[in-house]
């Protein structure tokens, strides 16, 4: 099956900073590959995610890439702010029922 | 919508007793799906149903766990008899493709 690897496990940014977060997957019939932050108490939400036919997409501050021949993705956060901190997971589906395989998160702090 | 509505929010039980966790999802979402979380083994996928039946249920981490859906609108996870190693929050998906997380159960067994 998929196995979805998520590097660094934690990351400490100053405020204004730039973040990236790196994922490496392993079947390469994934398709989608969402991001979901996960702010302390409270639920994954999504915040972007990319498809395979796309190599990089951006809103905002926030932007994804894709490199399929390697089979990896990254997140990259631009002018971070204390309102990142949170544990961001990455993803990857191959399946339109929607069936993700998660990485193991990684815990952002913004440092202000 | 009202997004993904689980119940209860909180539950604290003892060891042995029988717990039912429930799930409404997102009308017109074909995929449900419960997870897992703890500080030590992450967010772990217990099991999926797309339209209405099971189509994974690997990460079911034994007998004593059970999952039902028994229309579109509800899903229940049944702990039956509970231990304390099931503390933990248990989250509810719906999915088309994107996926939707309810709140969240916080399940707490001494």
């Known amino acids: 099956g998929e196995n979805v690897e998520q590097h660094p496990s934690t990351l400490s940014v100053q405020e204004g900073d730039s973040a990236v977060i790196k994922c490496t997957y392993s079947?390469?019939?994934?398709?989608?590959f969402p991001w979901y932050k996960q702010e302390l108490g409270k639920r994954p939400q999504l915040i972007i995610d990319?498809?395979?036919?796309?190599g990089e997409k951006k809103d905002q501050r926030i932007a994804v890439t894709l490199n399929k021949t390697a089979k990896h993705f990254s997140l990259h956060i631009t002018e971070t702010q204390p309102e990142d901190s949170a544990v961001y997971f990455c993803?990857?589906?191959?399946?339109?029922?929607?069936?993700?395989?998660f990485g193991d998160g990684t815990t952002l702090t913004v440092k202000p | 919508d009202a997004g993904v509505i689980q119940s209860p929010r909180h539950e604290v039980t003892e060891m042995g007793q029988e717990v039912t966790l429930r799930c409404k999802p997102i009308s017109g979402h074909n995929s449900l799906f419960w997870y897992r979380q703890t500080m030590m083994r992450g967010l772990e996928l217990l099991i999926y149903?797309?339209?209405?039946?099971?189509?994974?249920d690997s990460g079911m981490p034994e007998d004593r766990f059970s999952a039902k859906m028994p229309n579109a609108s509800f899903s229940t996870l049944k702990i039956q008899p509970s231990e304390p190693r099931d503390s933990a929050v248990y989250f509810c998906?719906?999915?088309?493709?994107?996926?939707?997380f309810g709140p969240g159960t916080r399940l707490t067994v001494t």
């Open positions: 993803a990857a589906s191959k399946d339109n029922a929607g069936k993700s395989t």
């Open positions: 149903f797309n339209n209405n039946v099971p189509i994974d």
């Open positions: 990319i498809r395979s036919n796309v």
């Open positions: 998906a719906s999915s088309n493709y994107e996926q939707y």
């Open positions: 079947d390469s019939a994934s398709n989608y």
